[in-house]
């Protein structure tokens, strides 16, 4: 085979940037060897970052310089340099003048089926107050007392079994086990000791919720050896004057809740909240809160089964037992402050991923479309947890082409190391509740003066 460049047609680049001319392709190559290509780059161009799970990347400078950025280190790169970026490693191009170059990629085969969007098997939990919907919804076998379907968990008492891919029946415990770096990100992967630190469920409130709360990092440390609980909770769906409880409307001291949880009017002092479809509620650690009857809503949460009940209407277990209370726990856990707001506001514009919270736990975002779109999440160096609530799309990754399909009801992950991807709508109008953790510096920075402006209103 032999090929002039100049007779090669120019055609576009995956790095949303400057011109290739492929020298040759994969269907060519009959080997590892995915494409060798020729790239022209004007000055000032610069690429969206690029991370591969299972492709390896070269690049030999024929003219000109260009900064070439792996995993947050610098490269200052001009003519007759070569240089290698290894499989899982975050890259991204800038060219300081006209730059020409020889791009080369090899796929390492025993990489290419281990990373993919993950989806998982029903995780189904009985409760008291649970009912039918969240069966019925998933289009599942009729069940009763259903509380809490757990759509991506590795909490160890019940963690999600993977139903598709290389990985199907393995827990996600186990998967991520053996790449916890390329799943969770690295950073979250150090922070949190190779655990994945966020569960998302399904709840449906058939009856009412106890009165509870939640300690925060440090007190579940310390007297459970285990994460805090911070939460969030998006409605989808409520009876007509359906409510929850969240924080105070009054001030309260200890003593005084104490015996307000004795003589069970410690709902009376609960800001009550009528909810509706799309509301929103951070319900962060120490805020005493409840959901109420008629309501099924998604739950974002630390991953951690941490809660202290406060009172619960004087009502029995299944099994005919009183439930348990934790009057003195609680009381050390609560946040006694009365706050001006407890609901979350955000903007809900169609085909974006509109902005819902981000807090150091985790950031939430509601992807409201009906055309595709493109999501590359690689600078946040976090897994993505994709709930679809409406309506049915694909997801499809860009480095590999893998792809799945995910109907309203479920939940996917997606591993960091292949955190580009395009959500594809397949109906006439999908909404996806897309959580993650997000290490960017430009979201720490947003969250000091999201902290710093909550004080001051205080």
Not at 87 to 110: F, N, P, R, W
Not at 327 to 332: G, H, K, N, Q, V
Not at 418 to 440: C, F, K, L, Q, V
Request: glycine share 6%.
């Amino acid at each position: 085979m032999r090929r002039n460049l100049q007779e090669i047609t120019p055609a576009s680049t995956s790095y949303e940037m400057g011109l290739k001319r492929v020298l040759l392709s994969a269907n060519e190559s009959g080997c590892s060897i995915t494409q060798i290509a020729v790239i022209e780059l004007k000055a000032g161009e610069k690429s969206a970052m690029h991370i591969h799970p299972d492709l390896q990347d070269a690049f030999y400078i024929l003219d000109g310089s260009i900064e070439v950025t792996i995993d947050g280190e610098a490269n200052l790169c001009h003519k007759d340099d070569f240089i290698f970026i290894e499989h899982l490693k975050s890259y991204e191009l800038h060219a300081i003048t006209d730059v020409q170059m020889l791009a080369m990629g090899c796929v390492i085969e025993s990489q290419r089926t281990k990373l993919y969007p993950m989806l998982f098997e029903p995780n189904l939990h009985t409760k008291i107050w649970g009912g039918e919907q969240l069966a019925s919804w998933k289009n599942l076998p009729h069940q009763q007392h259903i509380g809490e379907s757990w759509e991506v968990s590795a909490v160890a008492s019940a963690p999600s079994i993977v139903s598709n891919g290389t990985w199907a029946g393995y827990p996600l415990t186990e998967v991520i086990a053996k790449m916890p770096e390329a799943i969770l990100g690295k950073a979250v992967a150090k922070n949190h000791k190779n655990q994945l630190p966020v569960l998302v469920k399904l709840i449906d409130a058939n009856d009412d919720l106890s009165i509870q709360v939640h300690p925060d990092n440090e007190m579940a440390q310390r007297e459970h050896n285990k994460m805090g609980k911070n939460e969030m909770w998006y409605i989808l769906s409520a009876e007509a004057g359906a409510y929850i409880y969240a924080g105070f409307k009054e001030q309260l001291s200890e003593s005084e809740y104490k015996k307000r949880v004795k003589d069970g009017s410690i709902v009376d002092a609960l800001a009550k909240h009528e909810v509706k479809s799309g509301d929103v509620f951070y319900i962060p650690a120490g805020r005493v809160h409840a959901i109420g009857k008629g309501i099924r809503l998604l739950e974002v949460q630390q991953s951690s089964d941490v809660t202290y009940r406060i009172y619960d209407y004087e009502r029995a277990d299944l099994d005919g037992q009183p439930r348990e209370l934790h009057t003195e726990l609680a009381a050390e856990a609560i946040d006694y402050q009365v706050y001006k707001e407890y609901k979350n506001e955000y903007k809900e514009n169609t085909n974006t991923a509109n902005l819902c919270l981000d807090t150091e736990f985790f950031t939430v975002r509601v992807v409201d479309i009906e055309a595709p779109i493109h999501r590359n999440m690689v600078k946040c160096d976090s897994f993505i947890i994709q709930s679809c609530i409406e309506g049915e799309c694909k997801i499809r990754i860009r480095s590999t082409q893998d792809e799945i399909s995910i109907r309203e009801g479920y939940s996917c992950l997606i591993p960091a190391a292949i955190a580009d991807y395009d959500i594809i709508p397949t109906t006439a109008h999908t909404r996806m509740i897309e959580s993650y953790i997000n290490n960017s510096v430009q979201s720490n920075f947003r969250r000091f003066i999201s902290q710093f402006l909550h004080m001051s209103n205080e």
